[in-house]
């Protein structure tokens, strides 16, 4: 049996807007097996970044149970949640949220900071790993948008998640940027890290093995 | 890297804003500092005059209340009673007594309200009273229109020993016996003339403005007290010099409130700006606290992120701020003594002991921390999901 890294059951997701209610997310079922390579497409507004987030444990399902690593969020408690977050998924966005006033090898070692380590070791490996070793000192402001997401991308692993969850990591990216990024998470993914990334870019597709479709909140196929 | 590391960055990302919070404290911790240290340093300076530096003990006046006799007594304010000369034959009878010393003190304004000169009639008992006198010229007075001079007057009218001196609101000549030393109290201005010239001057002969009494031995002041009070016709007072410099101390009760509530401003306004301050600098990069949680920041990281931001600029604040008091509190110090209305003191007005910076900066910087704590709390609030906001 292959090992589950995230179960979602039944989730739905709905937001009330005025009167109105949005069913972003209607009883979606869908198992991440470690070492996937996942990627979510679908139209805007059909509910991607809805699933990351519940995913992400960032957000609670309204209906529905999400399994993280064998235990069930539901219950636990926001520091567990923080914990469990911390340990487990590294998340890349589209905006990439660096810090501004601190380099960028301090902007990877934030994450170690908040669990407790002091050490940028772990910092200087993945950055030189994501191509900018040269680039330590530099703050974000002295950076492209390519290499701020692979600084980024650096940051989401430094605690080593086996989980990394990107919300469209390449949207603000040229396509040469955008296929770098795509090419570091395939090695990623072959060092095992398991990767669930949104995306409109039917190129980016190629890159991963497995493709969920969500239309309307639902998973089409 | 280090929490407080992230927390100096977020300080340098606006320095204006920094500064400007660190300011508002340092000025909070320097008015505290500096009201202090003229609190203390006044009474300690009026009790040094009046109770440790004179000889004097005890006053025989005919004004009850202490505040009103020390304006009579300490600065020749005008009362319409007066102590007659004749109960110095009642006070002769005190064993208790090592000197008596009857005087008549007055303030004539000149003409044109430029100054303010202070006549002392005086017997020879104030030199044992004033054991710190010293001569700078000449010596004690000798005929009836001698005169002694403080160091100031002698400055200001250009006066030597053995000359003469003209005094035209009473149209009177002296000649210059003696100039003092400079004692950096009210003596350096006062004119010191015989008893009975100084009666004549104001037509009251035979009438005195108090009394001043000095002790041979002060533990027995109760009982000499308590005799006097016997001795002395029901009408006449008799006073502790204690009473009487917390007679002028009262005077300086008003100044002290206004100081009092300076302060009180001056902390209520950084209090509220260093609390928007901080909320803003949360509020404005809300995404980024949203992100830092995801990333696996919890509430306790957060709550000592910001405390941590808003205590390095309150120390620093704060330490800055009462260094600047101490440094600043003999300046106001001196200003104080040309606004004073009431006694002006020979000693420091100002005394900033490092104890009171130590309590204004530990104070201050503890206002500061409290001041964290709410843009803290909110920024611990911050939920992950924040990070999604379009906005
Ligand atoms: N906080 C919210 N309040 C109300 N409605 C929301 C909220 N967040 C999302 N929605 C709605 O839920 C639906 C799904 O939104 P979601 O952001 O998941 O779409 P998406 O697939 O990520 O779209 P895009 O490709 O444009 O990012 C949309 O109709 C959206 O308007
Ligand atoms: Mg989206």
């Known amino acids: 049996m292959t090992e589950h890294i995230i179960e979602l059951h039944d989730v739905s997701k709905n937001y009330t807007r005025g009167v109105e209610t949005v069913h972003a997310l209607q009883e979606v079922t869908l198992n991440v097996s470690k070492g996937d390579f996942i990627a979510v497409v679908g139209h805007s507004g059909s509910g991607k970044t809805t699933m990351m987030n519940i995913m992400g444990c960032l957000d609670h399902p309204s209906s529905g149970s999400v399994i993280l690593q064998g235990r069930p969020i539901e219950q636990a408690s926001e520091s567990a949640l923080t914990r469990m977050r ?35 070791g ?33 940051r989401a692993l430094v605690n080593s998640p086996p989980l990394v969850l990107a919300d469209e990591p390449t949207g603000n990216l040229d396509s040469r940027n955008a296929d770098m990024i795509m090419e570091l998470f395939e090695q990623l993914n072959r060092d095992g890290v398991t990767i669930v990334l949104v995306t409109h870019n039917a190129d980016i597709v190629k890159h991963c093995e497995r493709t969920v479709h969500i239309e309307d909140g639902r998973i089409s196929q | 890297m280090t929490f407080f590391k992230v927390a100096l960055s977020n300080l340098k990302r606006n320095r204006v804003r920094t500064l400007l919070t660190g300011l508002s404290l340092a000025v909070s911790a320097a008015t505290l500092t500096v009201v202090l240290a003229l609190d203390r340093g006044y009474s300690s300076a009026v009790t040094d005059d009046l109770v440790n530096k004179t000889g004097i003990h005890l006053y025989i006046t005919k004004e009850g209340c202490p505040i009103e006799a020390a304006s009579v007594i300490a600065q020749g304010g005008l009362s319409p009673l007066y102590v007659e000369e004749d109960i110095l034959a009642r006070l002769a009878t005190v064993a208790d007594l090592e000197a008596i010393l009857p005087f008549k003190l007055f303030a004539v304004t000149t003409d044109d309200g430029s100054r303010t000169d202070i006549f002392m009639g005086v017997t020879d008992a104030i030199l044992s009273m004033k054991p710190d006198w010293r001569f700078a010229a000449g010596g004690w007075l000798k005929e009836d229109d001698s005169v002694v001079i403080g160091a100031d007057m002698a400055q200001i009218e250009f006066l030597q020993v053995g ?19 400079r004692t950096y109290s009210q003596d350096d201005g006062t004119f010191f003339v015989p008893l009975a010239t100084a009666q004549a001057m104001v037509q009251r002969e035979g009438k005195l403005s108090a009394v001043g009494l000095k002790l041979a031995d002060i533990s027995r002041m109760d009982l000499v007290q308590n005799q006097l009070r016997a001795l002395m016709p029901a009408d006449y007072f008799v006073l502790g010099s204690k009473e009487l410099s917390e007679g002028i101390l009262q005077f300086f009760g008003a100044t002290r409130a206004i100081m009092i509530v300076m302060v009180f401003v001056a902390f209520i306004i950084s209090v509220f700006g260093i609390i928007n301050t901080m909320l803003m600098a949360v509020l404005e990069r809300r995404r980024e606290i949203a992100y830092l949680k995801c990333v696996g920041a919890g509430r306790l990281d957060l709550v000592r992120l910001i405390t941590l931001e808003t205590t390095s600029i309150a120390l620093a604040g704060s330490a800055a701020g009462a260094l600047l008091g101490m440094v600043l509190s003999p300046v106001a110090g001196n200003l104080l003594r040309t606004f004073l209305v009431a006694y002006v003191p020979s000693g420091p007005i100002a005394r900033p002991e490092p104890m009171i910076a130590l309590m204004a900066f530990i104070l201050c910087s503890i206002v500061g921390l409290a001041c ?20």
């Not at chain 1, 501004?100 to 934030?110: A, D, F, G, M």
């Not at chain 1, 993945?126 to 600084?151: C, D, F, I, T, W």
């Not at chain 2, 964290?372 to 906005?391: C, F, G, K, Q």
């Open chain 2, 372 to 391: 964290s704590l709410y843009p803290a709390l909110r920024a611990a609030r911050i939920v992950p999901m924040e990070v999604l906001r379009n906005d």
């Open chain 1, 122 to 154: 772990r910092s200087r490996d993945l950055l030189e790993m994501v191509g900018l070793g040269k680039r330590l000192n530099h703050l974000p402001g002295q950076l492209s948008g390519g290499e701020m997401q692979r600084a980024a991308i650096a």
């Open chain 2, 163 to 181: 000359q003469r001196m003209y005094n035209e609101n009473f149209d009177r000549e002296f000649t210059v016996t003696g100039i003092l030393e």
């Open chain 1, 86 to 120: 911390r340990s487990a998924i590294g998340f890349v966005f589209q905006q990439f949220f660096l810090v501004p006033t601190l380099t960028v090898l301090e902007n990877v070692t934030l994450p170690a900071l908040f669990s407790g380590n002091h050490t940028n």
